[in-house]
Every structure is written in C-alpha cells, then in structure tokens.
C-alpha cells in the first residue's frame, strides 16, 4: 500500500473512530452520519473556494459525482468481502 493510501486509510479510520465515540457518547447516528457529510461539504467547498467563497452548480456536480464515486467502490469492496466470508 502507498504512503498515500495509507494516509487516506489512517484519516478514514480516525474519522470513523470520532463517529463511533459520539455514537457511545449517546448522538443518534443518523444525526453523526449527516454532520460527517455536512462537514465533508463544507470542506470540499472551502478547498475549492476558500473560505469565503461559494461552488457554482457545476462545483457542486463535481463533489457528487465525486461522492457517488466513492460509495460505489466502497460498496464493491464491501460486497466483495462478503463473497468472500461466505465462501470461506
């Protein structure tokens, strides 16, 4: 694994590790699961726009079709890993 995929990885774990401690601190994971993607958006925006700027229609088309991107190689992954459990 590259030094970078092993960063993302390490950043992910974290993000999800902050997740499940405000599961166990009693926050609804519906509301902790739309706060994570409220903060991701506000990031994506801030990285493309700084701080004080905004994404056009098309910037925004951009992050979710970056997002659905995302989920569905998670999604490949994790069904894949299932195969695999139950075959095993």
């Known amino acids: 694994m590259s030094t970078e995929q092993e960063q993302h990885q ?3 774990n974290r ?6 401690q405000m599961k166990s601190e009693g926050v609804d994971t519906s509301l902790v ?3 994570l993607m409220t ?3 506000i990031y994506a925006t ?3 726009a700084g ?3 905004t994404l056009e229609p098309s910037g925004v088309q951009k992050v979710v079709a ?3 991107n995302t989920l569905e190689k998670y999604q490949q992954i ?6 695999k459990k139950s075959l095993g």
């Open 10 to 12: 390490d950043c992910t």
């Open 33 to 35: 699961s739309g706060s």
């Open 51 to 53: 701080n004080d700027g």
């Open 39 to 41: 903060a991701s958006g």
């Open 78 to 83: 994790k069904k894949n890993q299932l195969m």
């Open 46 to 48: 801030y990285l493309a």
């Open 66 to 68: 970056l997002y659905e």
């Open 15 to 20: 993000f999800i590790e902050l997740a499940n």
